[in-house]
Structures are given as C-alpha cells and as structure tokens.
C-alpha cells in the first residue's frame, strides 16, 4: 500500500510522448503513437502534461473543446511536413506553461487566440520557420508574462495583435513579438489601432523587428495610430508606403512615410488616392 500510495502520484505526472501516425485525418482519430504504442487516440490533456508532435500529413481539429485549454506544461510542435487546421471558429487558448512551436503550417478560423489567460502564465508561440495563418475576425493575443517570437523565416498572418492588456500581474514584464527573422503581416489595418493593441500598463510592449525581420500590414485608415507600437529594439521602425494601401519594413521603389520621420504623412495618402 505504501508502494502504491508513491507510485500513483508518479503515475499521474507521467508526460508521454506524443506523435502523429502521418497522413491526413481528424485529431479524434486513433492515429497517434503515445509512447512508442501506434493506434493510439490522443490523451486527455486535461490530465497529461504531454509532448505532442505533428511529424507529417494535416490533422483537422473539430472542436470539442478550445485547444490548449487547461494543457498545462503540454507541448505542441508542428514540424516542417506537418500541418494543422481548424474551420470552425472555437478560440485557441494556451495558458500554462507549455510552447506551441509552428515549423510547418497551422491554419485556423478561431475567432481569439491566446496566449495566457491571465498573469500567472507562461505560454510561448515560436513560429520557427513555418506558416501561422490566424483567419478569424477576433485578436490573436500574447498576455503580460507570456512570449511570442517569429524567427527561421517564418511567417505570421493575423488581422489583429494584442500585447499584454493582463496588467502589471506579472512583475513588470513587458510583452512583445519578437520578428528576429520572419515576417508578421497584419491583414487589415484598418480595424481599431491599426491591426495593434498595446495594453496601457504596457507601455514598453509591442512589436519589436530585428533586422532579419519583416513588418507588413494592410488596408490602412490611420497610419499615425502606429507611433513607437513598431520597434527596431530601441527606436520607432522606419516604414514605407506598400504600393497598395498599406505600408512595410522593406523599401523598394517607394519613398519613406514621414509622419514623425516614419509614416507617411495624412496629404500624401489623400494625393495617393486621388
């Protein structure tokens, strides 16, 4: 009995391994190898603080649940072969601990994602050469004491970007996205704040571009809502007109937008449209 009474709670903590059998199928389907056993349907993740792995072929997730919820220290990695999609518009919510690695390509209609759903969380996105596409209308979300990073080339696609807006709950901690290498695009920028949301009590947070990164975003409305929301590290990002409504960290043949020496100024973009 005393036996036991050690080994259930190890039990309990087991972390198992988690992989993708290959090829395309539901997420429901028995096709996962949990610790080396194929045939398998994924385990509760509710229970498990499990290392899940997408190897190769598209898993579809129908919800039956918001994924990440309640997963804890759960990890989940999409590699280069591998994709994930989800059509219906159930949020995405990683709280906890655990890292949601993208290296080939996630698609999903979740209205929200989050990471973290409050200050004591410490969830992590790192899309590390692969595809994020966000196609919901609602916010992908980074709280204060959680991180974001696109690096190796990857590529973020979202309408609408909140950082922190959690408080100061997390000791201070600034939240950003970091662009070290890859590219963030904003889909529209014409929703509130220009496609950013920068909490208040974060002042310092926002969307940091290191020199192998790229900054895009579309469809804008107001380019001066922008102001030091874009950042090279230290000082407001240098952007230019996009040639189609919208503005980026890359020139070419365009001149640089000059409202307080970044963005274009409102009678340029009045004489571009006539």
């Not at 969380?121 to 991180?147: C, M, P, Q, W, Y």
Request: net charge negative.
């Amino acid at each position: 009995m005393a036996i036991s009474c050690v080994v259930m709670p190890l039990l309990s903590a087991h972390a198992a391994t988690v992989v993708w059998g290959g090829g395309d199928a539901l997420w429901s389907a028995s096709n996962w190898i949990v610790d080396g056993v194929v045939g398998q349907s994924m385990p509760d993740q509710l229970t498990n603080n499990d290392d899940i792995t997408i190897t190769g072929g598209t898993v579809t997730y129908v919800p039956g649940g918001d994924i990440g919820y309640d997963w804890g220290s759960t990890n989940l990695t999409i590699l280069s072969d591998g994709g994930l999609t989800q059509t219906a518009t159930n949020w995405w919510r990683f709280n906890g601990t655990g890292t949601l690695t993208v290296e080939g390509t996630v698609t999903t209609n979740a209205s929200n994602i989050e990471f973290g759903l409050n200050a004591t969380d410490g969830a992590n996105l790192v899309i590390d050469g692969g595809t994020f596409n966000h196609t919901g209308s609602g916010e992908l979300k980074i709280r204060t004491g959680n991180t974001g990073e696109i690096t190796g080339g990857g590529t973020l696609n979202t309408r609408f970007l909140s950082l922190g807006d959690f408080g100061d709950g997390a000791g201070g901690i600034v939240t950003t996205l970091d662009v070290s290498d890859g590219t963030l695009n904003l889909t529209d920028g014409s929703v509130a704040h220009n496609g950013i949301f920068v909490s208040g009590s974060n002042p310092g947070g926002g969307v940091v571009v290191s020199p192998g990164g790229v900054f895009n975003a579309g469809n804008l409305s107001d380019t001066d809502a922008y102001g030091s929301k874009v950042t090279d590290g230290s000082s407001p990002l240098t952007l230019y007109d996009d040639g189609s409504g919208g503005v980026t960290s890359v020139p070419e043949s365009s001149v640089p937008l000059l409202f307080t020496g970044l963005l274009l100024s409102a009678s340029l973009v009045r004489r571009r449209a006539a």
